[in-house]
Nanobody, 121 residues
Framework: VQLQASGGGLVQAGGSLRLACTIS????????MGWFRQAPGKEREFVAS???????YYAESVKGRFTLSRDSGKNTIYLQMNNLKPEDTAVYSC????????????????WGQGTLVTVSS
């Protein structure tokens, strides 16, 4: 299984970006995926999780601003990020959920390489 994240970039506060994570090696249709982010000097933290049948879960810090969606035909999940804030600046990575809590990094495997999001004030 391989993951490819894309869509990061530089945006002003209040702006929007859409990240994409394409999975190869297994079908997205029955795969639960997660997005995490890691800011400089900080630990990786949960952002959102897309369960293949049970909907999506979001960190409190992004709820109402970020939205997950899926395109099974393209084997890709998207993270639409609106009203971005400087504190959203981080490297965003996607991964495949394996078992356990959707909010924990240890529950995921097959991490993609990450894409950098920079939000200027």
């Amino acid at each position: 299984v391989q993951l490819q994240a894309s869509g990061g970039g530089l945006v002003q506060a209040g702006g929007s970006l859409r990240l994409a994570c394409t999975i190869s090696g297994r079908p997205l249709m029955r795969t639960t995926m997660g997005w995490f982010r890691q800011a400089p000097g900080k630990e990786r933290e949960f952002v959102a999780s897309s369960h293949w049948s049970a909907g999506s879960y979001y960190a409190e810090s992004v709820k109402g601003r970020f939205t997950l969606s899926r395109d099974s035909g393209k084997n890709t999940i998207y993270l639409q990020m609106n009203n971005l804030k400087p504190e959203d600046t981080a490297v965003y990575s996607c991964a495949v959920w394996q078992a356990g809590s959707y909010y924990s990094t240890t529950s995921y495997r097959a991490w993609g390489q990450g894409t950098l999001v920079t939000v200027s004030s």
